[in-house]
């Protein structure tokens, strides 16, 4: 268990833009010993109450798909020192299907597309990042993680991007830079800027 209250720090993007990718190399830098990991993709609402046609036409890249409270709960647990029990949910389902225990280590690294955008998260960030990418580069990234990893056909795949992806990232995502401390532009494979933000992250644990 930490012995301080932990870093808190929220990496957020476009949908494809590296977010991922850049939480890796900060975890890797400081050691997998050290940093708790959660992605505000397991949050999203459980709709198991809800049939397979109603889940289809919910909007999941809205704010209101998120349980975004319990997520601040969570962190605030992590905060004061307590492990809490992150959902693990389903992509094809959406679904949750259980929890795995998150412990408050040294550093909290929370990646998301929303964690900028919401003011009772950012408030409890203390080093907030924003990865910038292209947009071409981000929907093929998107389409190719999508058809591999959560068993979607290509179809729905661009049909949700021009229905609800495009139009909430111009909404709520694209706005939230403006709440950034960093901006890394090209995501993951800006190397010097990945390096710049590690030495910060390492600066600021110590």
């Known amino acids: 268990m930490a012995t301080s209250s932990p870093l808190i720090i929220g990496v957020a993007g476009g949908s494809g833009s590296g977010k991922t990718t850049v939480a890796q190399q900060i975890i890797r830098a400081l050691g997998h ?15 198991s109450g809800v049939s397979p046609k109603e889940r289809k036409q919910i909007n999941y890249d809205h704010p ?27 992509f094809t389902d959406h679904v949750r299907t259980g929890t ?3 412990q408050p280590l040294r550093v909290v690294v929370v990646e998301g597309l929303l964690v900028l955008s919401e ?9 907030k990042v924003f990865v910038d990418t292209d947009a071409d580069l981000r929907v093929i990234r998107r389409i190719d993680r999508d058809l591999r990893e959560r068993g979607r ?54």
């Open 119 to 127: 003011p009772a998260l950012r408030g409890l960030m203390d080093l």
């Open 33 to 47: 010993d050290r940093v708790t990991f959660i992605q505000t993709d397991s949050y999203y609402r459980d709709r």
């Open 64 to 90: 209101d798909a998120l349980e975004t409270e319990l997520l601040v709960e969570h962190l605030d647990a992590l905060k004061a020192g307590r492990p809490v029990e992150v959902p693990v949910y389903d």
């Open 153 to 206: 056909d290509l179809d729905s795949v661009v049909r949700q991007y021009l229905q609800t992806v495009r139009p909430m990232h111009l909404e709520f995502v694209e706005p939230s830079k403006r709440h950034a401390d960093v901006i890394i532009p090209d995501g993951g494979y800006n190397r010097d800027a990945v390096e710049m933000l590690v030495s910060k992250v390492r600066e600021m644990v110590g």
């Open 100 to 102: 795995v225990t998150a």
